[in-house]
């Protein structure tokens, strides 16, 4: 008789002979910093982005909305910190990032593979979420009259000029970065960890992921949510953040450049 399928996480890279195991299963990553640790990581994020929220209202409630350099370049240094927070954490218990990460790539072969891995995973998620959003509309396309509604919860961080374009990619690929690495890193990790169970570990660092993200509205942090599933899913299976990153870091670039690019001629 076949076992039941056990969601349960091995890490090949950083689960050690140490590491608990299920009863009649595979082993379960081992923390990779202590929960207090994780506990006060989590609380400044919550704090982060509630501080964050409050700033984007103010923005929005402007006539004349300033330009988003200095929030951009606020952001990148709060992502930097936020990884560099949590890699302390990690070297407390004297685990290297590389294991955190998933290993390197050994060939160009790994490099090419995990590339065509984001490509199709950006595809596929982004065709997922437009099916979501298409259901939470009640069956409404969003339409180009409609960008200006659909794109309001970040409006005054869409960059315009030339020096704004480069900072948002900058902060694209930050964003893609220490986001992957802290979400579907550590935070997974963690919570798979601390639950003994994949599917939970998943599920608990997309929910921390939407709240991450309050300033963008509920609906727009729900579906931020399930993209940080998403995330969670192919970083499980792929046992990498690496083409994570990547994904992460195209997806931003990309809509960011898109709304610049598609926002003045709405409504016309």
């Known amino acids: 008789m076949d076992e039941p399928f056990n969601p349960t996480f091995t890490d090949p890279v950083a689960t050690s002979e140490d590491s608990p195991r299920m009863p009649g299963g595979p082993s379960v990553p081992s923390p990779v910093a202590s929960y207090i640790h994780t506990f006060v990581v989590i ?41 560099a927070l949590c890699y ?30 984001a490509a199709g995973f950006w595809l596929t998620s982004a065709l997922c979420l437009a099916g979501i959003k298409f259901a939470l509309n009640h069956g409404k396309a969003t339409t180009l009259n409609d960008l200006p509604e659909a794109a309001k919860s970040i409006a005054a961080l869409i ?3 030339p020096r704004e374009i480069v900072l948002w990619i ?13 979400f579907r890193g550590y935070l997974q990790r963690q919570f798979t960890a601390l639950t003994r169970n994949a599917a939970a570990g998943i599920a608990l660092s997309a929910i921390v992921f939407g709240v991450g993200h309050l300033y963008q509205g509920a609906q727009q942090m729900f579906i931020i949510a399930l993209y940080g599933a998403m995330f969670g899913t192919l970083a499980f299976f792929r046992k990498s953040t690496r083409p994570g990153m990547m994904a992460h870091a195209w997806q931003d670039t990309l809509s960011g450049l898109a709304l610049s690019l598609l926002l003045p001629h709405a409504g016309k």
């Open 43 to 83: 609380v400044i994020m919550v704090c982060v982005s509630l501080m964050s929220a409050k700033t984007m209202d103010a923005r929005r409630n402007l006539p004349n909305p300033p330009s988003p350099v200095s929030q951009y370049l606020t952001t990148l240094l709060w992502l930097w910190l936020l990884a």
């Open 159 to 161: 960059p315009h000029t």
């Open 170 to 182: 900058a902060l694209s690929i930050t964003a893609g970065l220490c986001e992957e690495f802290v």
């Open 88 to 117: 302390i954490g990690m070297r407390a218990r004297k685990v290297r990032l590389v294991e955190v990460i998933g290993g390197r790539w050994k060939s160009l072969d790994d490099f090419l593979i995990d590339i065509a891995i």
